[in-house]
């Protein structure tokens, strides 16, 4: 959250019913005060004597439970009388739904903040991709209520979630019963299972069905390992809800809005080289192989770990046929690995495409500036996990072409999610 937006934050404003029991409370506060000035008395003690500050007291002591012993009013015109009598009954009365209201939010706090929900949108965790969730809603909606499900009491989208976008968050476990209980699914106008678990989001998304049947269609559940959201794809979970993967989304946005362009404007078939292999690089190298069959090749893999990583990617959703694979076992910024890229790339004749997409952004935006160095005519893509004005600004003057993660996901999210 950048700095404009925390100086927005603001604390959540009263509720309706609290903001109703004051306005009642100031005209019954007022209906007594102005009474006693204009001569209502009271049957057990004088009124009409005394001065402002004193008809205020016991105006206010209207409100406490049992009274002032100072009677009945008495005396003063009949409608002002009138008036005094209605605060009498209507004072007890605004003290004791305090009370109650107190009193249930003690017994059952969650159950009390979330019985008035209807139309509103569930959120499970409180993650990056939550808070990009809720930023564009929140864009197109300012008035829908959003309710949090976290397990964590700490997080560094929390206060912006709840302060700046006015959600209200309830902690506990998505996948209880006893949660799932709570949120007024009946209700609920959608359900996002953006947590880390990729079991618990589908766990929950088959409850909430069976629980919700209306939601079937509106419940989008997160599932980050590409390989187990293929498994599941023909089960009955995944016809009745939207399962996503965010680095499928960042993946295809990237494909489409550059790589495939690239690959059109240029002869031949381009090399293309992904220097980090984690669940990033091989869901870029999945949509490659859908989106741009007979593109591109030869390929070359780099990691830490990228025969391994390759073995995973081969068990699904595998590497597909007509293009030569080069893994290479290494670190990023190895130059002995880069020698051997260089080798293979200068046999294809054609401008080669990299991919620097391993953990570090800094490692992956001086592996871009060196690979400029020597490839003055390549396609560069740098990613990065978060905004970043540095890595744009020298991107910008290399000629590369920054990514941010998050911001990719953000576009691949469907309209009809919002």
Not at 28 to 41: E, K, P
Not at 336 to 352: D, N, S
Request: charged share 20%; glycine share 10%; with cysteine.
């Amino acid at each position: 959250m950048d700095d404009a937006h925390t100086q927005a934050a603001a604390r959540r404003p009263f509720s309706p019913g609290t903001l109703l029991r004051v306005i009642a409370f100031l005209a019954v506060f007022a209906s007594a005060v102005i009474g006693f000035t204009a001569g209502v008395g009271a049957s057990e003690r004088d009124l009409t004597a005394m001065g402002l500050a004193e008809h205020a007291y016991y105006a206010l002591g209207l409100f406490v439970l049992g009274g002032l012993d100072i009677g009945t009013p008495i005396g003063g015109p009949p409608l002002v009388r009138a008036l005094v009598w209605g605060a009498y009954f209507a004072a007890p009365i605004i003290t004791a739904s305090a009370i109650v209201e107190a009193v249930l939010r003690v017994l059952s706090p969650l159950g009390f903040r979330l019985r008035p929900l209807s139309g509103h949108i569930v959120v499970a965790g409180a993650g990056r991709l939550t808070a990009q969730y809720v930023r564009e809603v929140r864009k197109r909606d300012t008035r829908r209520r959003i309710v949090i499900v976290e397990r964590s009491s700490e997080g560094p989208y929390l206060t912006e979630l709840t302060r700046v976008h006015r959600a209200t968050v309830v902690r506990g476990d998505v996948a209880s019963d006893r949660v799932l209980d709570e949120l007024r699914l009946s209700r609920a106008y959608r359900v996002l299972l953006f947590t880390g678990d990729d079991f618990a989001n589908l766990d929950a998304a088959s409850k909430i069905v069976r629980k919700a049947p209306k939601l079937r269609g509106r419940i989008v559940a997160h599932v980050s390992d590409l390989r187990f959201m293929q498994e599941t794809a023909g089960s009955s979970v995944a016809r009745d809800c939207e399962i996503f993967n965010g680095h499928e989304f960042a993946a295809r946005h990237l494909v489409e809005q550059q790589l495939v362009r690239r690959f059109q404007a240029t002869a031949g078939r381009d090399p293309v080289v992904i220097a980090g292999f984690g669940r990033f690089g091989r869901t870029v190298l999945d949509q490659l192989q859908r989106l741009a069959p007979d593109s591109f090749g030869p390929v070359v893999i780099i990691d830490h770990d990228a025969t391994q990583n390759a073995r995973v990617f081969e068990k699904g959703p595998g590497f597909s046929e007509g293009y030569e694979r080069v893994l290479l076992d290494g670190e990023v910024l190895d130059p002995q690995i880069w020698a051997r890229v260089y080798e293979v790339t200068a046999v294809a004749g054609t401008p080669p495409v990299f991919i620097l997409g391993s953990g570090s952004d800094g490692t992956n935006l001086q592996a871009a500036l060196s690979v400029r160095r020597e490839h003055p005519d390549a396609h560069i893509v740098v990613r990065g996990f978060r905004a970043s004005p540095f890595t744009d600004e020298v991107a910008r003057e290399a000629g590369l072409h920054a990514v941010n993660l998050g911001l990719l996901v953000r576009d691949g999210m469907p309209e009809h999610w919002f």
